[in-house]
């Protein structure tokens, strides 16, 4: 089964979740005013598709997805949980050039926000409370 890339955008009503380049027959969109409704949208859009298919008659390649965001679209939808302070201490990214990834004036790389959170939350998950 092949797996596909979700890329989860801003978008001028909320977010859009859209399917990496591939070599399906067919491609899913998803939309909403937040994330998860975006990928409840996107999740219906496949479930329609395969349902299409079948009705139609034709093959239909299932796929398993993950879901990506981009920089500016992680930090909007995190921003009532981490403060632009609290996501420089996390990822070593100073406040100005986060405020610029967030409003999409600069673009970085996938590795620098990226790696910073995913640290800071394997820390927490080795937390135990007495």
Same mark, same amino acid.
């Given at each position: 089964?092949k797996?596909?890339?979700?890329y989860?955008?801003?978008? *001028?009503?909320?977010?859009s979740a859209?399917?990496d380049?591939?070599?399906l027959d067919y491609?899913?969109?998803?939309e909403?005013?937040t994330?998860?409704e975006?990928i409840?949208?996107?999740?219906?859009?496949y479930n329609e598709?395969?349902?299409?298919?079948?009705k139609?008659?034709?093959?239909f390649?299932?796929i398993t997805y993950?879901?990506?965001?981009d920089?500016?679209?992680?930090l *909007?939808?995190y921003?009532?949980?981490?403060s632009l302070?609290?996501?420089e201490r996390i990822t070593?990214v100073? *406040?100005?050039?986060?405020g610029?990834?967030?409003?999409?004036?600069?673009?970085p790389?996938?590795?620098?926000?990226e790696?910073?959170?995913?640290d800071f939350a394997?820390?927490?998950?080795?937390?135990?409370?007495?």
């Amino acid at each position: 089964m092949k797996k596909i890339k979700v890329y989860i955008e801003r978008s *001028q009503f909320g977010y859009s979740a859209y399917m990496d380049d591939t070599a399906l027959d067919y491609s899913c969109l998803g939309e909403g005013k937040t994330v998860e409704e975006t990928i409840g949208d996107f999740n219906n859009a496949y479930n329609e598709m395969r349902a299409y298919y079948e009705k139609e008659g034709k093959p239909f390649e299932e796929i398993t997805y993950e879901f990506y965001y981009d920089a500016a679209s992680f930090l *909007q939808e995190y921003a009532p949980s981490f403060s632009l302070a609290g996501l420089e201490r996390i990822t070593g990214v100073n *406040q100005t050039m986060l405020g610029h990834y967030l409003h999409g004036r600069r673009k970085p790389s996938k590795k620098t926000i990226e790696k910073g959170v995913n640290d800071f939350a394997r820390e927490l998950s080795t937390l135990h409370f007495a």
